[in-house]
């Protein structure tokens, strides 16, 4: 091999080094698992992981990332060594991260890895991380909210309305971050398409619960649950209990349905669901007391992170829904229960339909 090829080589490899660096603060998991081979491994002893093959690593990315508030990966150059169509080489690391539970932390780490030679040009058949230092005191700095991502239209939700629908590819990315987290989702043309959807998935016969939706009104989906016939529907039970007397039964027949559907006020683009409630009635079943959850969201209610998800509860969905109650109960509402679904651990229990199309608040 000549000096001109070890130096092409060196370059390539250093160069991919740089994408993967690049792939991860842009949060571009398939790029990512895309750089390395397809049996290639990601090891990471720390936390601890190790993904095999290009989907568990870019499914893995995915999970990791959902719990990102931000993320900041700076790559120095190491070592390559050269032997034929492998080599193997080191690559310096500095991050600073902090979590969407308040973890955070600035560490410096080693990548030793193994590359080899592909009819795509180098890849990694494995990188393995180690931490040499690691401080967790309190980050000084804020990350600016909402982040943009640099050649892409995520959201700046400061300047766009909360009621605007996001783009198809905010629609994509939402989706496969909530598949990440265990949830399944499905992205659907409009409400129409939802209803159908909803009677496919929900078996005749079984317990519903509808939570109190301006999504579920307007797309008929509350209809057809609480009058049709065609399931047990706990709402109308629920409207002939006396609330004085049967506050027990009520509570018990609105925590355990076998199906829960409703609304979020906000969905991530990191794959969190975000629900609000003044009296905290329906999120038992939305947390886990209903054996299967059903939730329709409108295209306007996606949002890059937790910290807009947040906002828009405040700003948009309880502004709408203070009006709403004002006008049918005669008294305010107010966000005295709020909650956070980040993940699914029961796969096959909660799934997210996403509209093409803006309903609800």
Do not use: C
């Not at 290639?40 to 095999?52: A, H, S, Y």
């Not at 990191?270 to 905290?280: D, E, F, K, P, Y």
């Not at 054996?291 to 906002?311: E, F």
């Amino acid at each position: 091999m000549n000096d001109f090829q070890l130096i092409a080589d060196r370059v390539e490899i250093e160069a991919l080094r740089g994408e993967f660096t690049d792939a991860a603060m842009m949060r571009d998991r398939p790029r990512l698992a895309s750089l390395f081979t397809s049996d290639g491994v990601l090891r990471m002893p720390n936390i601890p992981v190790e993904l095999v093959g290009r989907e568990e690593i870019r499914a893995g990315g995915e999970r990791l990332q959902s719990q990102w508030d931000f993320f900041v990966q700076t790559t120095h150059p190491g070592s390559i060594l050269l032997d034929g169509h492998s080599a193997t080489g080191r690559a310096y690391i500095q991050e600073l991260a902090r979590t969407l539970d308040g973890r955070q932390g600035l560490n410096y780490a080693v990548y030793h890895d193994r590359y080899r030679r592909t009819t795509e040009g180098w890849k990694f058949a494995e990188r393995v991380y180690e931490v040499r230092y690691l401080d967790t005191s309190p980050l000084a700095g804020t990350a600016p909210s909402p982040a943009r991502s640099s050649g892409t239209d995520r959201a700046d939700t400061t300047a766009a309305s909360f009621a605007d629908p996001a783009s198809a590819e905010r629609l994509e990315r939402a989706a496969a971050a909530l598949r990440a987290n265990g949830f399944a989702a499905e992205i659907l043309d409009d409400a129409s398409a939802a209803r159908l959807r909803v009677k496919e998935l929900i078996p005749e016969g079984v317990s519903v619960f509808t939570g109190a939706s301006e999504t579920l009104r307007l797309s008929g989906i509350d209809e057809d649950i609480n009058t049709g016939g065609r399931y047990d529907a706990i709402r109308p039970r629920v409207l002939g209990i006396d609330r004085a007397t049967g506050a027990d039964e009520i509570r018990k027949l609105v925590a355990g349905p076998d199906f829960v559907v409703n609304s979020v006020a906000a969905v991530t683009e990191t794959g969190s669901l975000v629900l609000a409630s003044g009296s905290g009635s329906q999120l038992p079943a939305n947390a886990g007391g209903a054996g299967h959850a059903l939730w329709i969201v409108g295209a306007q209610k996606v949002v890059p992170d937790l910290s807009t998800a947040l906002r828009r509860v405040e700003e948009h969905a309880l502004p709408l829904e203070n009006a709403r109650a004002q006008a049918v109960y005669g008294m305010p509402s107010a966000v005295n229960r709020l909650l956070v679904l980040n993940a699914e651990p029961h796969p096959g229990r909660g799934t997210v339909l996403l509209l093409r199309e803006s309903i609800g608040f």
